[in-house]
């Protein structure tokens, strides 16, 4: 044989490699795994997608940002979901069977026993347009620009935990919400996202969502809810027990409670709820 041909054939057999790599490459299908997320996790949760992807290659994270409402909503109805993150305990707890029955009032089954985790804490933040026109300082405050007709507020349907949050605030301070809403005071959002953009868009004075919304929309916080106005503000996680990928939602549930994850999570507020 001589060197021309041997030239040859090693060249198309470099090629065929390049090839046979290639097909195989295209060929390989990634797994999916499916995340029902509160509205407002989604700057963080997108990061994280990227490294979680980066360091598993045969994965593809899908997300479905939505109120925790909405979301519980859609899980019951026979939507696919591996893992369910919610921005309140109550929408965790319907669709847990060990929750209270008097919370799971429909006994619904759906969370993998055993991998429910309270993952992060939020603050339920007052934030203003910029330039604060109407100058609203506090919640205190609020409340008497509320009474007196003098500002009008956004703030989450019922239906949603942000909403849920601020109707514990008006029962703190003793508002009637039918009747600021008859006033004519209140405007509403879905979701927390929709309540941000009003407030970021300045078609509201104000707004009631999470800090970390705030943060990510870089919109002023005039003042934070304690505890006592509203209670813990806790985003709780599971594992369902619909998945079809049980080992690979464990392994993302478990990097969502690494100090990379933590990172991510306090740059914008959340504080780390796990062990």
């Known amino acids: 044989m001589n060197r021309m ?10 090629l065929m490699l390049c090839l046979g790599g290639a097909l195989a490459e295209a060929g390989e299908e990634k797994t999916e795994l499916i995340v029902f997320a509160a509205a407002s996790m989604t700057e963080t949760l997108t990061e994280l997608k990227a490294v979680y992807e980066d360091k598993h290659p045969g ?4 997300y479905n940002f939505d109120s925790s409402g909405t979301l519980k909503t859609q899980i019951e109805s026979g939507a696919e979901c591996d893992v369910f993150i919610s921005a309140s305990p109550k929408q965790m707890n319907q669709l847990d069977i060990a929750a209270d029955p008097s919370v799971n009032t429909a006994g619904l089954d759906f969370v993998l026993q055993g991998t429910r985790i309270d993952l992060l804490e939020n603050k339920v933040a007052l934030a203003v347009p910029e330039g604060n026109p109407k100058g609203v300082e506090s919640y205190d405050a609020l409340v008497e620009m509320l009474q007196s007709d003098g500002i009008l507020l956004a703030m989450g349907n ?7 949050y601020t109707q514990k605030i008006f029962a703190f301070y003793g508002l009637d919400e039918e009747k600021l809403a008859q006033s004519g005071v209140l405007t509403y959002g879905s979701n927390v996202k929709e309540v941000t953009t009003q407030v970021s868009e300045a078609v509201v004075d104000c707004g009631i969502i999470y800090a970390t919304d705030a943060f990510s929309a870089k919109l002023t916080v005039v003042d934070t809810a304690t505890p006592e106005m509203c209670g813990q503000v806790i985003y709780p996680a599971a594992v369902l027990n619909i998945t079809k990928n049980e080992e690979l939602a464990r392994d993302f549930l478990a990097f969502l409670t690494s100090p990379e994850a933590d990172a991510v999570f306090e740059a914008v507020g959340f504080s780390p709820m796990h062990d």
């Not at 994965?59 to 899908?62: A, D, H, M, P, R």
Request: proline share 5%; net charge positive.
């Open 5 to 14: 041909v041997k030239r040859v054939l090693a060249v198309l057999l470099a």
């Open 59 to 62: 994965v593809t994270i899908v």
């Open 158 to 164: 019922s239906d949603v935990p942000v909403g849920q």
